[in-house]
């Protein structure tokens, strides 16, 4: 296992691509948070009363709330990291060379968890940073419990945590696909859009079961008035899911027919 966890980490650190993704993400994300502090910005959030995003806390909130980012990673990444390494036989070699199916698993879900989650918490903390240098944490009456920063790593934690366990979905599509491309495809297209359908078409009551599945359970944590409860919960549930997600796709990869 850990050996095979050396060899993913070593070619995640060769990789041109993922480099290349890392300085884009990082120069996108100064961007934004440098037009978040534009005077025109300021005053379009004073009338639309979302005052708490040119604070530190309310700004990272504002970021993961938007899901759009996290799973273009979470698609690009599954299918590069884990349907490339079924095009490029790299899978089959290991199987044929000994290695345990469960280990190669393991290894493949940790690694690409690992990065993605990573390069969202560099998007999310940099898009922020401007602001929050800028004007601080902020007070309760704006930012709510955000204003204090146990609460914002709490939130971060627990996003994170909720976000893992839809990035597992994108890790099964592409055990199951074994493509690149339809990694991709299905997981930004399926996960993104679909959810958006989901919740335009179905009653409120069945929305707020969703909301407790992979494809909602992060907005329990992302709102300025979160709890410790909030965050323990969204925690729970979360690694509750990870595991439950993570032990299907790994039986289905036991059964699963190699070409």
């Given amino acids: 296992m850990l050996s095979l966890l050396r060899c993913e980490y070593y070619q ?55 899901g759009a980012m996290a799973l273009l990673f979470a ?25 345990k199916r469960s280990t190669i698993y393991l290894a493949k879900m940790f690694v690409y968890s690992t990065v993605v989650i990573s390069l969202c918490l560099i998007y999310w903390c940099i898009t922020a940073l401007p602001t929050g240098l800028k004007n601080g944490l902020g007070t309760a009456d704006i930012c709510g419990n955000l204003s204090r920063i146990s609460y914002i790593i ?19 599509i592409a055990f199951f696909t074994q493509k690149t491309g339809a990694t991709m495809g299905i997981c930004f297209v399926g996960i993104l859009f679909g959810g958006n359908l989901l919740a335009s078409i179905l009653s409120e009551d069945i929305i707020k079961i969703i909301n407790y599945t992979p494809l909602g359970l992060y907005r329990h944590v992302l709102k300025l008035d979160v709890t410790w ?7 729970g549930i979360s690694l509750i899911y990870i595991i439950l997600l993570w032990t299907f796709g790994y039986f289905k990869f036991q059964k699963t027919e190699l070409k």
């Fill in 12 to 66: 995640v650190r060769k990789s041109l691509p993922l480099k290349i993704i890392i300085v884009i993400t990082v120069i996108t994300s100064i961007i934004f948070g440098i037009n978040f502090t534009d005077k025109d910005y300021i005053s379009e959030i004073k009338t639309i009363d979302k005052m708490y995003t040119l604070y530190s806390g309310g700004s990272i909130c504002s970021s993961m709330s938007d």
């Fill in 75 to 99: 698609s690009l990444f599954a299918g590069w990291m884990i349907g490339g390494s079924f095009e490029n036989r790299i899978i089959q070699e290991s199987i044929s060379y000994g290695k």
């Fill in 154 to 172: 709490g939130m971060v934690a627990a996003g994170s945590m909720a976000y893992l366990s839809l990035f597992a979905i994108c890790g099964i």
């Fill in 229 to 235: 409860f909030d965050i323990y919960q969204t925690i």
